[in-house]
């Protein structure tokens, strides 16, 4: 009986830990993802959108689209994703913050 007690407790403690860890990736990622949405102001222009896009921390990857550009930051597991989309010409005309489950 003493025996399955422990088990339970490190089952738990585990999974607690888990649970700690999931609530810090997805908090990191979309805090990441909404500063550079709001780093990216509209009227910015294009080229200096680009640079801090490519600057941002925690930034999985960015690519290229025919509207411009999307920029993308992994959650706790490899399905959830935060994404900041930037729409450009000559300058930027939106930012759309999303999350992808």
Known sequence: MKRWVS??????????LLS???MRAEHRASDAASALCVAIPVGMPAAEARRVVA????????LDTPTGMLAIFSGAFMFSRYTCEVTLAERVTATRLN???
């Open 7 to 16: 088990v339970l407790a490190y089952a738990t403690l585990g999974m607690v």
């Open 55 to 62: 600057a941002a921390e925690g930034l999985e990857r960015h």
């Open 20 to 22: 700690a860890w999931v």
């Open 99 to 101: 999350h992808l489950d």
